[in-house]
Protein backbone atom coordinates (compact mmCIF):
# COMPACT_ATOMS: atom_id res chain seq x y z
CA UNK A 1 0.00 0.00 0.00
CA UNK A 2 1.03 3.48 -0.96
CA UNK A 3 0.01 6.46 0.88
CA UNK A 4 0.08 9.78 -0.82
CA UNK A 5 1.43 12.66 2.18
CA UNK A 6 3.67 15.68 2.35
CA UNK A 7 7.70 14.29 3.50
CA UNK A 8 9.19 17.01 5.31
CA UNK A 9 12.91 16.64 5.72
CA UNK A 10 15.92 18.78 6.44
CA UNK A 11 19.10 19.63 5.04
CA UNK A 12 23.16 20.15 6.15
CA UNK A 13 22.28 23.92 6.87
CA UNK A 14 18.55 22.78 8.69
CA UNK A 15 16.50 24.03 5.99
CA UNK A 16 12.88 22.43 5.88
CA UNK A 17 12.36 20.63 2.31
CA UNK A 18 8.46 19.79 1.98
CA UNK A 19 8.22 17.52 -1.24
CA UNK A 20 4.93 14.93 -1.84
CA UNK A 21 5.60 11.12 -2.42
CA UNK A 22 4.07 8.46 -1.68
CA UNK A 23 4.99 6.30 1.31
CA UNK A 24 5.30 2.64 0.91
CA UNK A 25 3.38 0.98 3.79
CA UNK A 26 6.46 -1.65 5.48
CA UNK A 27 4.66 -3.45 8.37
CA UNK A 28 4.80 -0.66 11.49
CA UNK A 29 6.90 1.23 9.26
CA UNK A 30 7.06 3.28 5.97
CA UNK A 31 9.46 3.27 3.18
CA UNK A 32 10.45 6.26 1.65
CA UNK A 33 11.71 5.75 -2.38
CA UNK A 34 12.73 9.22 -3.73
CA UNK A 35 14.18 9.66 -7.60
CA UNK A 36 17.53 10.61 -8.35
CA UNK A 37 18.20 12.54 -8.04
CA UNK A 38 16.72 14.68 -5.13
CA UNK A 39 16.68 17.17 -2.86
CA UNK A 40 14.76 14.31 -0.62
CA UNK A 41 17.31 12.16 -1.41
CA UNK A 42 20.25 14.35 -0.72
CA UNK A 43 18.53 14.83 3.06
CA UNK A 44 18.19 11.66 4.25
CA UNK A 45 21.55 10.90 3.16
CA UNK A 46 22.98 13.72 5.39
CA UNK A 47 19.97 13.76 8.13
CA UNK A 48 18.22 10.14 8.42
CA UNK A 49 14.88 11.90 9.80
CA UNK A 50 11.65 12.68 7.52
CA UNK A 51 8.04 14.09 8.84
CA UNK A 52 5.20 12.24 7.28
CA UNK A 53 2.76 15.22 6.89
CA UNK A 54 -1.15 13.32 6.29
CA UNK A 55 -3.28 16.52 4.64
CA UNK A 56 -6.48 16.73 2.86
CA UNK A 57 -5.25 20.41 2.14
CA UNK A 58 -4.41 19.37 -2.22
CA UNK A 59 -3.21 22.80 -2.56
CA UNK A 60 0.03 21.92 -0.71
CA UNK A 61 0.68 19.10 -3.50
CA UNK A 62 -0.04 20.89 -6.23
CA UNK A 63 1.89 23.85 -4.81
CA UNK A 64 5.04 22.12 -4.60
CA UNK A 65 4.97 20.57 -7.76
CA UNK A 66 4.43 23.81 -9.37
CA UNK A 67 7.13 25.57 -7.17
CA UNK A 68 4.96 26.76 -3.92
CA UNK A 69 7.37 25.44 -1.50
CA UNK A 70 6.77 27.50 1.36
CA UNK A 71 3.91 26.04 3.90
CA UNK A 72 3.45 26.89 7.24
CA UNK A 73 5.27 24.65 9.73
CA UNK A 74 6.50 24.10 13.00
CA UNK A 75 9.62 21.97 14.58
CA UNK A 76 8.81 18.32 14.95
CA UNK A 77 9.13 17.13 18.63
CA UNK A 78 10.99 13.64 18.15
CA UNK A 79 13.25 14.21 15.49
CA UNK A 80 14.85 16.96 13.39
CA UNK A 81 11.96 17.68 11.33
CA UNK A 82 8.82 19.85 10.59
CA UNK A 83 5.55 19.61 10.78
CA UNK A 84 3.34 21.01 8.33
CA UNK A 85 0.72 23.66 10.29
CA UNK A 86 -2.11 22.05 8.14
CA UNK A 87 -1.53 18.67 8.60
CA UNK A 88 -4.15 16.98 10.05
CA UNK A 89 -1.75 14.23 12.08
CA UNK A 90 1.86 13.19 11.10
CA UNK A 91 4.48 10.72 11.83
CA UNK A 92 8.16 11.34 12.50
CA UNK A 93 10.08 9.17 11.25
CA UNK A 94 14.17 7.45 11.94
CA UNK A 95 15.77 5.62 9.04
CA UNK A 96 16.67 2.20 9.88
CA UNK A 97 18.42 0.83 6.96
CA UNK A 98 18.71 2.02 3.01
CA UNK A 99 18.02 -0.37 -0.25
CA UNK A 100 20.76 1.17 -2.58
CA UNK A 101 18.54 1.40 -6.16
CA UNK A 102 20.30 2.81 -9.06
CA UNK A 103 16.59 5.36 -9.79
CA UNK A 104 15.03 5.19 -6.53
CA UNK A 105 17.10 4.08 -3.34
CA UNK A 106 14.52 2.62 -0.32
CA UNK A 107 15.29 4.09 2.76
CA UNK A 108 13.06 2.00 5.36
CA UNK A 109 11.78 3.93 8.43
CA UNK A 110 10.46 3.71 11.84
CA UNK A 111 7.86 5.43 13.41
CA UNK A 112 9.33 7.17 16.64
CA UNK A 113 6.09 9.70 17.07
CA UNK A 114 2.77 10.19 15.75
CA UNK A 115 0.09 12.37 16.19
CA UNK A 116 -3.28 13.75 15.64
CA UNK A 117 -4.44 16.94 15.23
CA UNK A 118 -7.79 17.48 13.77
CA UNK A 119 -9.83 14.72 12.48
CA UNK A 120 -9.80 13.40 8.79
CA UNK A 121 -13.59 13.78 7.22
CA UNK A 122 -12.38 12.28 3.97
CA UNK A 123 -11.44 12.95 0.34
CA UNK A 124 -13.74 13.83 -2.11
CA UNK A 125 -13.80 12.79 -5.67
CA UNK A 126 -11.83 15.93 -6.75
CA UNK A 127 -8.90 16.06 -3.98
CA UNK A 128 -8.34 12.20 -5.25
CA UNK A 129 -8.60 13.64 -9.19
CA UNK A 130 -5.68 16.81 -8.12
CA UNK A 131 -3.32 14.28 -6.03
CA UNK A 132 -3.54 12.23 -9.41
CA UNK A 133 -2.99 14.92 -11.20
CA UNK A 134 -0.16 15.70 -9.06
CA UNK A 135 1.38 12.24 -9.39
CA UNK A 136 0.97 12.88 -13.50
CA UNK A 137 2.83 16.22 -13.58
CA UNK A 138 5.29 14.85 -11.49
CA UNK A 139 6.31 12.25 -14.25
CA UNK A 140 6.06 14.50 -17.71
CA UNK A 141 9.29 13.55 -18.30
CA UNK A 142 8.67 9.73 -17.95
CA UNK A 143 4.83 9.12 -19.07
CA UNK A 144 3.60 9.65 -23.20
CA UNK A 145 1.73 12.78 -23.55
CA UNK A 146 -1.40 10.68 -25.01
CA UNK A 147 -1.70 9.17 -21.40
CA UNK A 148 -1.13 12.23 -19.43
CA UNK A 149 -4.03 14.34 -21.52
CA UNK A 150 -6.23 11.14 -21.18
CA UNK A 151 -6.08 10.56 -17.85
CA UNK A 152 -6.59 14.23 -17.11
CA UNK A 153 -9.47 14.95 -19.31
CA UNK A 154 -11.09 11.51 -17.18
CA UNK A 155 -10.13 13.22 -13.67
CA UNK A 156 -10.98 16.98 -15.12
CA UNK A 157 -14.71 15.40 -14.66
CA UNK A 158 -14.33 15.02 -10.96
CA UNK A 159 -12.97 18.14 -10.74
CA UNK A 160 -15.61 19.58 -12.55
CA UNK A 161 -18.44 18.02 -10.43
CA UNK A 162 -17.37 18.31 -6.99
CA UNK A 163 -14.06 20.57 -6.57
CA UNK A 164 -14.36 23.74 -3.90
CA UNK A 165 -11.95 26.73 -4.08
CA UNK A 166 -8.75 24.98 -3.07
CA UNK A 167 -9.15 22.01 -5.21
CA UNK A 168 -9.65 24.38 -8.38
CA UNK A 169 -7.09 26.64 -7.76
CA UNK A 170 -4.71 23.44 -7.42
CA UNK A 171 -6.20 21.46 -10.56
CA UNK A 172 -5.57 25.08 -12.45
CA UNK A 173 -2.39 25.42 -11.36
CA UNK A 174 -0.89 21.32 -12.56
CA UNK A 175 -3.20 22.01 -15.25
CA UNK A 176 -0.98 24.96 -16.26
CA UNK A 177 2.11 23.04 -15.79
CA UNK A 178 1.45 20.62 -17.87
CA UNK A 179 0.73 23.35 -20.64
CA UNK A 180 3.72 24.75 -20.17
CA UNK A 181 5.69 21.63 -19.94
CA UNK A 182 4.19 20.60 -23.34
CA UNK A 183 4.65 24.05 -25.10
CA UNK A 184 8.48 23.44 -24.14
CA UNK A 185 8.89 19.84 -24.87
CA UNK A 186 5.92 19.60 -27.69
CA UNK A 187 6.59 15.46 -28.05
CA UNK A 188 6.55 14.55 -24.47
CA UNK A 189 9.23 11.92 -23.22
Not at 115 to 140: C, M
Request: proline share 6%.
Amino acid sequence: MIRECIVTTINEEGRVHIAPLGLIADGEGWIIAPFRPSATLDNLRSNPFAVANFTDDVLVFAGCLTGNKDWPSRASTHVPGAVLDGALSHAELAVDRIEEDEQRPRFHCRVVHEATHTPFKGFNRAQAAVIEAAILTSRLHMLPREKIERELAYLQIAVEKTAGPREHEAWRLLVEKIEDHYKHNPAGP
